[in-house]
């Protein structure tokens, strides 16, 4: 649940402060004093309020020269090790790869966001396109690759994820897509996305398709992005798969040395940790390419900061409570989804098959209540009922910001997944505001069949203070 005052801090200004739909809703909400409590935001991943203690406690400890400028663009080097040190034991990568011969790591401090945008600079400045358009293809729904790639000159491409397969990619339609590709003389393949802890469907993807599909762009002289934003965040139990180590495993048997330089693996430190907001994250490439992306284009529109962060987060991984932080989230994150799963089969009347609660990353995805899917815009309508007369916020299936809901120009797909009539449940949040805002689903008659609302059609949750209070 936000706190009063944590609103009042994120929203209260005077200018729009974003365009981010949940910040709108947030405000109006807010500014109508909260109605139905404190409002709970299970969309995006975010929870303000549980970074991990440990590591909030090393911030307090830091020397005085991390406040200054920093002297490397690859990081502060004790964290910069620290995480090379992190990757090669958490993916496994001593027996397949040489660090500093196959693969050299760095330090991000402005977000694996800007990451991506500085390496498809890179490929565009070192390909040969010529007058064809290039493609980047990605399993969907998906995160925003499209609006980190489309501003540059790339377009999107999808392979959809669909719910009665388990959102589980297929090879056979990844390869017909990748054949039209090939087919059209408009495009050409430039890049891969491999989220193999898959956002925001939470499918933990099985290593022989992410080995498959790598080869398959490899073949083609294709590069790969590996998006390990939520590797480390799964339930227990479960061995995540490594994109990561398939990958310079692939390439230690290939004979073309180009391959070497087309791939960056990145991942999210702020993810498993709960601080987002330090902007931290790890940069895995051939050392050749990461010097050129870290010393020429990070150049172009960042300078060496955060010193800080690093310091507490070099500190942070190299004490035992950090492991201990993470087996401890992934046991709670398995009992979440098993609270949630029977929840909403129990109280809101869900089908089986309409709850997917998958098994990584920090959401799970459900249908949208069947009378809701067969009106105009029932995402939104239903989101917006909900909102209203609880408190509680959910997100579409494809998160903000995207280009459009639309396939891209010219892509000759239908792309139905874009209508797909699924949400996303963040499942980040405290066990209690998980608790709560199902309670509340549930006392406001809000199940899978539920009827569309009009805005006066709910009534106030009977004992509720309608104050935002704190907790």
Sequence with gaps: MI????????????????????????TRYWKEGCPH????????????????????????????????????????PVLRRTVRDYLVDDHGLADVAEAGRDFEVAMTWSGTRSAMFDFGRLLLDRGNFESRVPVVVAAG????????????????????????????PSIVEMRALLERIDANPEEQLAMIVVNAQH??????????????????ALDRNAAILVDDAY????????????ALRLLLRELANRRDPEARGRWLGVRSLGKQFHCNGWGLGAMTADPAILDLLVNRYRLHNGLMYGGVHQHAMAEWLSAPESRQFLQNQQRIYAEKRRFIGEFMKTRLHYPEAAVHLGETT???MFEAPKDYATIPEGLDRFRTDCFRDTGVLFAPAWPWPHVSHRPASGSG????????????????????????????????GIHYDARPRGPHAAKRQMGVDVRCVGT
């Design 141 to 168: 729904p998906s995160w925003d690759y499209e609006g980190v790639l489309a501003p540059l000159g790339y377009r999107v491409r999808y392979h959809a994820l669909r719910p009665e397969h388990g959102f589980r």
């Design 362 to 364: 920090s959401y799970i």
């Design 231 to 242: 590797f480390a965040v799964h339930d227990e139990g479960v061995s995540a798969t490594s």
């Design 413 to 444: 797909d239908a792309h139905a997944q874009h209508h797909l009539p699924y949400l996303r449940m963040f499942i980040g949040a405290d066990f209690d505001a998980i608790r709560v805002a199902l309670g509340r689903l549930a006392d406001a």
């Design 37 to 76: 409590g404190e409002p709970i935001c299970m969309s995006f991943g975010e929870t303000w309020n549980q970074i991990a203690p440990g590591l909030a406690a090393h911030v307090t400890s830091e020397p005085r020269h991390v406040h200054g400028y920093q002297l490397s663009m690859y990081g502060l």
């Design 3 to 26: 706190r009063q005052e944590t609103l009042e801090s994120l929203l209260d200004d005077d200018v729009l402060t974003s365009r981010m739909p949940d910040v709108s809703s947030l």
């Design 199 to 216: 956002n925001p469907t939470a499918v933990n993807w099985d290593p022989d398709f992410v080995s498959a599909w790598m080869r398959m």
